[in-house]
């Protein structure tokens, strides 16, 4: 039986936090329902937008991420998770004001790249613009070429979908947003991409591997995967 407790720091945004919680419960191997995790979210869509604070054009999350996170805490929580990339930002400040400890999403895909796609030289990658203009995967893959749209595209493509009227953010995730994030896919594979990342956990929700030609890694997956393999193993009251 599975008896750790899993914090989920969420609402950024609430539609992606439902999937890394469908995903946890997924890559659990159960025969019950009292085999899986139990998993408390905070999911406060109130959080400011990562993007904005990035760009100097809003106020941190800062202190409403840590706030959730210690809600989790006093719910019990063991360890956490934030499915949000643009956070990972402030991961370093986030996880110095917790006491437990927080699962950084972006550096266990640069672990699973390294184990599953070792021959892999450029990824392409599909982000917010305070994702990309914070350079958060360069930092965690620095042996990886990463390419990025281009500026029309990351606009009128990328950010168009997560944010645009008829984008993800506005309960979208039908064939606008994905058609526009498999153009841009499609343009960074023409450059070169041997992979695709889906650097915005918005993004799995409407683009799926099956759009594109070259593999679509989501860190979602791979982080949901890797806490419950890690928490599986590991022995009560050790998470070092």
């Known amino acids: 039986m599975n008896d750790r407790v899993i914090g989920i720091i969420g609402g950024m945004g609430p ?3 439902a999937a890394l919680f469908i995903k946890i ?3 659990t191997r159960v025969e019950r329902d009292q085999d899986h995790f139990r998993i408390v979210i905070d999911c406060n869509p109130k959080i400011p937008d990562r993007t904005a604070a990035i760009l100097g054009k809003g106020e941190s999350p ?9 809600n989790l805490e006093k719910m019990g929580a063991e ?15 986030i996880q110095s004001r917790l006491k437990i400890p927080v699962v950084n999403m972006i550096a266990e895909l640069a672990v699973y790249i390294n184990k599953v796609y070792p021959h892999v030289k450029k990824a392409g990658l599909l982000a917010t613009t305070g994702t990309i203009k914070a350079s958060l995967y360069q930092k965690y893959m620095p042996d990886l070429q990463i390419i990025c749209p281009d500026p029309a595209s990351q606009e009128g ?4 979908a997560i944010y645009g009227e008829s984008g993800i953010k506005a309960g979208n995730t039908g064939d606008e947003p994905m058609r526009l994030l498999a153009d ?11 992979v695709i990342i889906a650097g915005c956990t918005e993004i799995g929700l409407a683009l799926k591997p099956e ?3 070259r593999p679509l890694l989501d860190p979602m997956d791979v982080v949901a995967q890797a806490i419950v393999e890690r928490l599986s193993k590991m022995p009560s009251g050790n998470f070092t």
């Open 15 to 17: 539609e992606a936090t």
């Open 211 to 213: 759009h594109i030609s």
């Open 157 to 160: 493509k990328v950010m168009k």
């Open 62 to 70: 800062v202190p409403a991420i840590v706030e959730a996170g210690k």
């Open 184 to 194: 841009a896919a499609n343009e960074l594979i023409a450059a070169g991409a041997e």
């Open 79 to 93: 360890i956490a998770l934030i499915p949000c990339n643009a956070s990972h930002y402030y991961f370093n400040e």
């Open 25 to 27: 419960i997924k890559a």
